[in-house]
């Protein structure tokens, strides 16, 4: 799996198109290169996280959290899905509102831009469009109840002025 979303992955690849503007070189070792040096930042990551949440509690939970969102990010593959695994551990955590609606709209958005299949939709510019609509749309109901107002009640019909003497029965 070669894209984007894994930042080594994509780091490699900025910087083999940028060598190969000038040197006709091959993309293969600048992928492994970066994608190595991943491993390690993940591994110091990991390691740093660990060590300061020795003592538990909740801080302990937030620092797993951020361990997996670094596993998924630092990682040779990643498809998209894998960034909603920190958000498991991240949910039972304290959250500012602006702060979780931007979560929620980005989680929701990882995971509809997967077809069912597996299958990367990220290729799918109409597709990728109405995944992101549907992930705003979940990110604002969190702060605006039924924000496309579905379930309003219909106005009743105003009371026809009849005018005086006539009778509304013929």
């Known amino acids: ?3 984007w979303l894994s930042i080594p992955t994509g780091v490699g690849e900025v910087i083999y198109k940028i060598v190969s503007i000038a040197v006709d070189v091959e993309k293969t070792p600048f992928i492994t290169v970066t994608r190595v040096i991943g491993i390690v930042l993940l591994a110091v990551v990991a390691v740093r996280q660990w060590w300061l949440a020795r003592n538990g509690g909740p801080d302990a939970v937030r620092r797993a959290a951020i361990v997996l969102f670094a596993v998924a990010v630092l990682s040779p593959a990643i498809l998209p899905w894998y960034l909603t695994w920190s958000l498991v551990l991240a949910a039972a955590l304290p959250w500012r ?4 609606v931007a ?5 929701v958005w990882l995971v509809l831009v997967a077809y069912p299949s597996g299958e990367s939709a990220l290729y799918d510019w109409l597709y990728v469009l109405g995944a ?3 992930s705003v749309l979940a990110a604002v109901s969190l702060v605006r109840p039924d924000p496309l107002r579905l379930g309003r009640q219909p106005r009743p019909p105003a009371p026809s002025r009849q005018p005086e ?4 029965i013929a």
């Open 103 to 107: 979560m929620v709209g980005a989680a």
């Open 165 to 168: 003497g006539q009778n509304a």
């Open 1 to 3: 799996i070669v894209n």
């Open 132 to 134: 992101a609509a549907i």
């Open 97 to 100: 509102r602006p702060a979780l």
